[in-house]
């Protein structure tokens, strides 16, 4: 594995722009274009939601970087714990209190959490004002930043009240990456991997070259990642088939995830996610096609920048339990994604629970 | 005023569609195209959402007229009250314990409260599912059933909380009308007076032949009038300009209900929608011109159906404090919509505060 070091991004002049049908996303150095955008509007003034992390680590840059008159803060406080409609209703409260008009615009500084509720939020204040994201983690840059998807907690089940709406744009600059421990850059990565191997075999060749994630130029990875998502998000939007494909390595992955929450240690989503893709890349050998040296391929790769995870032959059954309770399976079946070669996805595939087992055994032993 | 009388409908074998751009709304006899409807569906389960009335009234008659094998039924407290966070929260965890699923119908069976929260609900609920919607009273057939408009009240605000998403289909049955009460039935009325007077002045000749509440055909009224919020909506869906049409009466009228809610007295919608139009029909004779025959016409008429509410002139200054927290206010200003002549609005008018105070005197003295 790669030793941690600590993080530096690289700082470009360059920015690139993706369109998408109804938004754009911008990513390098966003600050010139977010200034003239805003000059642009004509909003009646500016929200921002923040974590106490991110009011630290982050609001300065953006403050620094733009103009924003009589900011109006919101801070929650950070973790998926409080992504529930306890907060919504804080936020709600904060925006009626300070007399929020339609004409205001809801700004999400932060990662997963804060983009998720608080595009939530905006999208219901007054049956939706205008919002922007601003990613400040990889993992949120790369995924939860774009495809419409916002939400909340609800009953211990992830993401069960929310809606699609898209922001009006979306602006990533990977200088908030250098605030980020190097846990979370890693976690990031683990969708940037997962892009590659379900649509983009030239980027999964591009990842092969990382050896050290402080020489990353993470840009450049994020563009062709974004890509593969924007293309799967535009071709079903609302998640009716192909969409499936951004499953892959999270059936597993989701279970140990939730199963490792109960445990000292709790993974993170991409670590658990790296772990998911890893039994997911055996099982597609097992069952899709997938070559024998492309699973290898796949398994050094992902052991080379993650931790293995521990977990007990003993909690398989449980695993298995979990995978099972997934809100994406039919009747009872566990619906997995797999790949039939490195950026060739197959949706709807399924396995016995023999397969399952092995293909954890196979992570703990590799 | 007419007097009270019981209430009966007009039963009809016909059905009329009205197509909008993404969904149609059927009125009439409904029963075999709901049936058609839902056997050509797949939807894996149904969820009723009732209050104790329409439970009671209603749920009878649609499961009498329609198959829906294995009902899940919500029931919730009737009433503005419960129209809040909380009882959405109740909602979903109702359809969470239920293990509802993606694929499952949601029929929203009441009054605007129903048709509002539950559509929330359902358009949240796992990002979005199919919801109908079965409106019940006079007022939710003719006005809250038609333009998207989903949400709940919040920290005192009406409707701040919400979105828009339109539904499935809408079934409106005039059967239902004769479980309501005479007053409910007023009330409703009130919105197509509404819809009669900012655009079909064809409708405003047939409301004149009204003498008798009970003797009305509803359906041939309902369906002029659902073509005017139609066409109003669908020319604005965001309520960025010529929708506010819709907002005529409702400046004085929300006032009016807000004031009301204090006294022991409280009024219905429509009748505080009723004062309100003949208030600012006053106030478009005085500064947008309409014609002053046509001021006394719609003043006549008004009083005819409707029972002047009593207030003192003492109030009329809280009256105005109320208009001036009206969420469709720019700057301070009081924004009305007036009558340059029936049939023919105009939005985005202002006017005195010593005119609106006359006309609120000429209501109590007419």
Not at 177 to 193: Q, Y
């Amino acid at each position: 594995m790669i030793d941690d070091v600590v993080f530096v991004s690289n700082k470009t002049n360059i920015m690139t722009t993706i369109e998408l049908a109804s938004y754009q996303i911008h990513v390098g150095n966003i600050w010139g274009e977010l200034e003239n955008w805003l000059q642009a509007q004509s909003y009646s003034r500016y929200i921002i939601l923040v974590d106490e992390n991110t009011r630290a680590y982050c609001w300065p840059l953006l403050q620094q970087k733009v103009n924003l008159p009589n900011p109006q803060i919101i801070e929650i406080r950070s973790g998926e714990q409080h992504k529930n409609i306890h907060t919504c209703t804080y936020i709600w409260k904060q925006l009626m209190d300070e007399k929020a008009d339609r004409n205001a615009l809801f700004i999400n500084l932060g990662g997963g959490v804060i983009g998720d509720m608080g595009g939530f939020c905006a999208a219901t204040y007054k049956r939706g004002i205008d919002f922007i994201q601003i990613p400040t983690t990889l993992l949120a840059q790369v995924d939860s930043s774009i495809g419409g998807k916002l939400g909340i907690d609800f009953g211990d089940v992830k993401n069960s009240v929310g809606l699609f709406t898209n922001p009006q744009k979306v602006f990533i600059s990977p200088e908030f990456l250098e605030t980020l421990p190097e846990r979370e850059i890693r976690s990031g990565l683990a969708e940037i991997v997962k892009h590659s191997l379900i649509a983009d075999s030239e980027l999964w060749q591009k990842l092969q070259s990382i050896h050290q994630l402080n020489a990353v130029d993470w840009a450049s990875l994020l563009v062709p990642s974004l890509e593969v998502k924007k293309r799967v998000v535009e071709s079903d939007p609302l998640e009716k088939s192909w969409r499936k494909t951004l499953n892959f390595g999270h059936t597993i992955g989701h279970a140990l995830e939730s199963w490792a929450l109960a445990t000292p240690q709790p993974l993170l989503h991409g670590e658990a996610v790296a772990a998911g893709m890893l039994c997911e890349t055996y099982l597609s050998g097992t069952v899709s096609g997938l070559d024998r040296h492309e699973v290898e391929a796949i398994s050094d790769f992902i052991l080379r920048i993650y931790n293995k995870q521990r977990f007990d032959p003993a909690s398989f059954p449980t695993l298995i339990e979990l995978m099972k309770n997934d809100k994406k399976n039919q009747d009872g079946q566990i619906n997995f994604t797999m790949l039939q070669a490195i950026g060739t996805p197959l949706i709807n595939q399924s396995c016995t629970d023999q397969d399952i087992e092995q293909s954890l055994t196979y992570y703990l032993e590799r």
